[in-house]
């Protein structure tokens, strides 16, 4: 059975940071590249970061500098740095299985002015 669950959301204010992590099981880790995307009240859910089997990422342009995603394949866990938050990046943040409908629960994160 294949489980994604992602933690660390919170309220945090303006220039802040937070860190997510998402454990994944019941697949083979290593080989799977993994995305971050997020989701704001009336928005459509868009992908923030991605990071592939050898380490490889990409960034939307609006967290470029900011966010830093990255991968301990020892623990089967992905993670999402967020540096510089703004409030604009409150959403609710999920974790996803590349090339598969696997997705997490969501964590929600929320940044004040």
């Known amino acids: 059975q294949v489980q994604v669950v992602e933690s660390g959301g919170g309220l945090v204010q303006a220039g802040g940071s937070l860190r997510l992590s998402c454990a994944v099981s019941?697949?083979?880790?290593?080989?799977?590249?993994m995305g971050w995307y997020r989701q704001a009240p009336g928005n459509e859910r868009e992908l923030v970061a991605r990071?592939?089997?050898?380490?490889?990422?990409i960034y939307a342009d609006s967290v470029k500098g900011r966010f830093t995603i990255s991968r301990d394949n020892a623990k089967n866990t992905v993670y999402l740095q967020m540096n510089s938050l703004k409030p604009e990046d409150t959403a609710v943040y999920y974790c996803?299985?590349?090339?598969?409908?696997?997705w997490g629960q969501g964590t929600q994160v929320t940044v004040s002015s």
């Open positions: 019941g697949i083979a880790f290593r080989g799977s590249a």
């Open positions: 996803k299985i590349s090339y598969s409908n696997y």
């Open positions: 990071i592939t089997s050898i380490g490889s990422t």
